[in-house]
């Protein structure tokens, strides 16, 4: 059984910064893509950011230039690190990923970001 664990969301002041994790545990091989979406209150999911094995990149264009993903290969975990964050960035952050192999994909629960002007 795959699972993935995101971490480090919580309440921050516009302008500030969180970084968030996304960990995987269980039986793989190995990860494929790893995917950032959000989904703030009365609105629909939402790509945010997203990683390929090799390391390239892709952001939505609200936050291109203030957030940055990343990858951990070794120990299958991915990061969003999210600066100069804006009261609209409000919303449950969660990770995807894509596990080679088996090709198949996975969601985390979400952890809530909540920016306060």
């Known amino acids: 059984q795959v699972q993935l664990v995101e971490s480090g969301g919580g309440l921050v002041q516009a302008g500030g910064s969180l970084r968030l994790s996304c960990a995987a545990s269980?039986?793989?091989?190995?990860?494929?893509?790893m995917d950032w979406y959000r989904q703030a209150p009365g609105k629909q999911r939402e790509f945010v950011a997203s990683?390929?094995?090799?390391?390239?990149?892709n952001y939505a264009d609200s936050v291109k230039g203030r957030f940055t993903i990343s990858r951990d290969n070794a120990k299958n975990t991915g990061y969003l690190q999210m600066n100069g964050l804006k009261p609209e960035d409000t919303a449950v952050y969660y990770c995807?990923?894509?596990?080679?192999?088996?090709?198949?994909?996975?969601w985390g629960q979400g952890t809530q970001v909540t920016v306060s002007s």
């Open positions: 995807s990923a894509l596990f080679s192999v088996i090709n198949r994909v996975y």
């Open positions: 269980g039986t793989f091989s190995s990860i494929n893509t």
């Open positions: 990683i390929a094995s090799g390391g390239s990149t």
